[in-house]
């Protein structure tokens, strides 16, 4: 399959009054032509930075890549100046944000926020805009574009200005759709018709997908691939069958108990995951999640874990996986899910750095 | 569980009446919550669920009907101590524990004023005391009291909220959507948290929400609403397994689980409200198909209801 973008041990920090914030602490990999990769994680986990960094759109200072590269079709973005990101950002990778009220322009017509991309990355006149303004409103499902396409943002309702900008994200066709949180505001019903919308368009499409989001049931709706992201790493990363059916990480096991199920039982108490996350200006020692961890081993607090592999897609960076390792036994809830999945390695396999 | 707490009847809630934009935010509820139980509000934003919770406590006067608290009327006129015999049993818990928090108070005024305003103690010192234990109930510490809010995190926030409403001892809490700001991690701390202080004070919730799994884990009841009226109300267990009403099954349908399997076999119902073919005249209300179990319905959907109970 053809690769879109590589992430090689990117590293990106903030300089705050209080020291060095390491919002992204050396994550890698790669996303495939016309995949979805859901990206979760609590918040300040560096999700969110993790992909503004890629649009390019951290602020520079305070923010700053200190490290890696990341590779879209092969050519490396992290050096290009912003007049280079300009032609791409719009065009070849384009974002969807978690409020569609306060990414959509007030004070311009539905119709030109569209028409504005197509000036800018297609040449198209204005006539022909505007006619493919109105092919696109209709193929995100707004109805009578015709009117709608000049009217103003105050006057959608959630559900369908969150439409309008995937209209204008999918405007110039990109290769690359960056998706930050896009139906957490929304309600169900109009949340499922929103992601039926971008399944059914991606594969219109094309596009590769990377989905931002904190909700599993939606990383189970949308996700090819699944990366957990924990204090500015990934911890753990694989098919989204692998990391519901056979988590090997003890943070992704506390996420899925931490989640009542339809079919769980009201007695029980929910696993939460004690404490909150670590403060990135000093990321502790070892490994990041250790003091909220019940199953976290003595090295944990020493040294920082190395990625195992636990098959050809499957990545878990947790010393569990180590040989000398003893067994422990994932929570209850997560148990009752698992199960063995014909593609798994016998044993973990050590990855080396710089894979 | 068979003692009523409290008794809503007919409530309605009317906004900008008489004019053109008038919106019957809630039309016509009736419901009741028993003590010690859990009773879990779910429905779309703009359904009216926010709405009943606040006119419930009195935030807003309601236009119709009434809210009867262990059989005495809130709503209505009242002097000022009667209010606040109210306000001492019933408290909130809201949304945002960004803004409903006040930045510029220490958090120990913050859980205080309650007790100050009810006059709850009697000295400096039993106050301070008052505080700390709150905090402690809640898993925070003593050296927490003299901070201001923006130095703790949404979860922390949330928890700070709580201690706030249960300052004056409340015997009912109205939570409106107390987690859907938090991540999925700390939304299981602050439930876990909610029942636990459910079980040792026997507090009564209304807890509103939209994540329906966490509403069902919660709830011993729930009440579905669609567009001001409550469509459907059942035992939790019993809501998922048999929901009647067809906005009911359109939103359960749209709940997406963890689990991938399920999810690539997912089926969608539409809930298109003109199914109904009601008459003119056909009466429209909540009637019992099976113990405990209210749908909205005419007549003849009563029939059908209840022949497909299981």
Redesign the interface.
Known sequence: MEKILEVKDLKVSFHVYGGEVQAVRGVSFDLFKGETLAIVG??GSGKSVLNQTIMKLIPMPPGKITGGQILFHGEDIVHKSDKEMEKIRGKDISMIFQDPMTSLNPTMKVGHQIMEVLHKHQNMKSSQAKERAIELLRLVGIPMPEKRVNQYPHEFS?GMRQRAMIAIALAANPSLLIADEPTTAL??????QI??LMKDLQKKMDTSIIFIT????????V?DRVAVMYAGQIVEIGT??EI??DPRHPYTW???A?????D?D?KA??????G?PPDLTNPPKGDAFAPRNQYALAIDFEQEPPMFQVSETHFAKTWLLHPDAPKVEPPEAVKL?MRKLSSTFEKPILVKEGK | MAEKLLEIKHLKQYFNIGRPNQVKAVDDVTFDIYKGETLGLVG??GCGKSTTGRTIIRLYDATGGQVLFNGENVHGRKSKAELKKFNRKMQMIFQDPYASLNPRMTVADIIAEGIDIHGLAKSKKERMERVYELLETVGLNKEHANRYPHEF????RQRIGIARALAVEPEFIIADEPISAL???????V??LM?RLQREKGLTYLFIA?D???V???SDRIGVMYFGKLVELAP?DDL?QNAMHPYTK??L???????????RT?R?IM?DPSSHHYEENEKVEMREIAPGHLVYCSEKEFEQYKAQYK
Request: net charge negative.
């Open positions: 609590e918040s959630g309600d169900v019903t109009i949340q499922a992601l039926e904190h909700d599993l049931g939606v990383v189970a709706n996700a989204v069958d519901f059916y506390g996420l899925l931490s989640m009542p199920s339809l769980s009201h108490e929910l696993a939460a995951i004690p909150t899910k | 779309e934003s995190s949404g979860g922390q991540d999925v991690s700390i939304q299981a701390q439930v876990n029942k939209h329906l799994s966490m069902k884990y919660i939790a998922y359109s939103l349908s749209a709940i997406p689980l963890p689990d991938p399997e399920s999810e997912r969608r809930y």
